[in-house]
């Protein structure tokens, strides 16, 4: 009797849940590897490691990752031995910024002005070049806010340094923009890439809170410049499976923030607002088969994300159109512990179903 494909998912998060619950529709049975090893050589040639990785590439047919943190050696390693996507090239651009950023210019791309520092004097130069205000960052790790400092005056400058210095940073100059926008797409083995529509995020300290889809006011035009970027992207990269672009909508055009080379927040949306969602697209490109439709299923579909605690979320379930999304976790200040998508035939229906689904959190 024939048995489906395996597919094997470097960590063992709400992704990889979501990746799996998409998978089995598709007959895909899922292993996970929780157990990541650090990025040294010690750890990664330790007999423990090799043997949990043998275990590990014996029980799968092909391999994801569901973070951008996965230490790109162990992706090259599997990839001796297992088809792996997105390719390891994908990882080890979007770990750092400096080289995140120069890709992209190299392909046409609008990013913020960006300066790669390594000391103080570095940093101060690269203010009396790029300008003030301006947000400091480390080039590689931190997400959600972490590692980030805003420069607004020349006395932020050396505390910023102390706060997060003392290893190499980015500085970028401020983008005025008048939104946060994200494209998802998709890209097959084969070539072929579809696209999500543009899709507006609001933060709160640093936090993606909540998704609207599709964004507001968008022209044919900006939904068509913000594929071509991300289609530019995954072609130079040879990229295969889900990613996400985070985007600024200015008064010029968009301006490219950064990348995740993974399914991301901001596409969660699709599991009840589109025709196929993007853990299913995941899925069918990492098992060479056609990709789904990429179109709205829903006039609009909004996501909030719950973050910190759940609140009353049982109340939520009696808002119509409201869909639950829990994944398993504790709660702990600042962290993602499930989400709730909310569709509705008006952006105005949306709107009010929404903040319904927020009041019922709280009473």
Same mark, same amino acid.
């Given at each position: ?15 990889? /849940?979501?990746?799996?619950? @998409?998978? +089995?529709?598709? &007959?895909?049975?899922? @292993? ?6 650090? #990025?040294?050589?010690?750890?990664? $040639? ?12 014996? @029980? ?7 973070? !951008?943190?996965?230490?790109? *050696? ?15 090239? @994908? =990882? ?32 101060? *130069?690269?203010? !009396? ?15 959600? &806010?972490?590692?980030? *400092? ?22 970028? &100059? ?12 998709? /890209?097959?083995?084969? $070539? ?7 899709? !507006? ?7 993606? /809170? ?13 939904? *068509? ?42 596409? %969660?949306? #699709?599991?009840?607002?589109?025709? +196929? ?9 990492? =098992? ?6 990429? $179109?709205?299923?829903?006039? %609009? ?6 973050? $910190? ?36 035939? +008006? ?10 689904v927020q009041r019922c959190l709280s009473e």
């Amino acid at each position: 009797m024939s048995v489906g494909p395996v597919i094997g998912v470097i960590g063992a998060g709400q992704l990889g /849940r979501m990746l799996a619950l @998409a998978g +089995t529709r598709l &007959g895909a049975r899922f @292993a996970f590897y929780e157990d990541v090893p650090s #990025s040294t050589s010690e750890t990664l $040639g330790s007999l423990y490691h090799q043997q949990q990785l043998q275990a590990f590439m014996a @029980a799968v047919d092909v391999v994801t990752f569901e973070s !951008e943190n996965t230490p790109v *050696a162990l992706v090259e390693q599997i990839a001796q031995h297992k088809p792996i996507f997105p390719p390891a090239k @994908a =990882l080890f651009i979007a770990q750092h910024r400096g080289r995140e950023k120069s890709l992209l210019r190299s392909l046409g791309i609008q990013t913020a002005p960006f300066a790669v520092v390594t000391s103080l004097a570095e940093l101060q *130069a690269a203010v !009396e070049t790029i300008g003030l205000p301006a947000v400091l960052k480390t080039t590689t790790e931190g997400y959600d &806010g972490k590692g980030q *400092a805003v420069l607004r005056r020349l006395d932020d400058v050396q505390s910023a340094w102390q706060a997060i210095g003392n290893r190499e940073l980015i500085l970028e &100059g401020f983008v005025r923009f008048s939104r946060e926008l994200s494209m998802v797409a998709v /890209r097959s083995q084969q $070539g072929d890439s579809l696209c999500y529509p543009l899709v !507006e995020n609001r933060h709160e300290a640093g936090i993606l /809170r909540v998704t609207q889809a599709p964004a507001a006011a968008v022209s044919s035009a900006l939904q *068509a410049q913000a594929e071509q970027m991300v289609k530019a992207i995954m072609d130079e990269l040879d990229y295969v499976g889900v990613m996400a672009l985070e985007l600024f909508d200015t008064a010029e055009g968009l301006v490219a923030n950064e990348m995740a080379p993974r399914v991301h927040n901001s596409g %969660h949306w #699709s599991q009840d607002g589109a025709w +196929t969602d993007q853990f299913e697209n995941h899925c069918r490109a990492l =098992l060479g088969l056609p990709l789904g439709d990429a $179109g709205m299923a829903v006039p %609009h579909c909004a996501m909030l994300n719950l973050i $910190g605690d759940l609140g009353h979320w049982q109340n939520a379930l009696k808002v119509p159109h409201a869909q639950v999304h829990l994944y398993d976790k504790a709660p702990r200040a600042g962290r993602k512990l499930g989400h709730i998508n909310v569709t509705a035939n +008006t952006e105005a229906e949306l709107i009010e179903r929404l903040a319904l689904v927020q009041r019922c959190l709280s009473e």
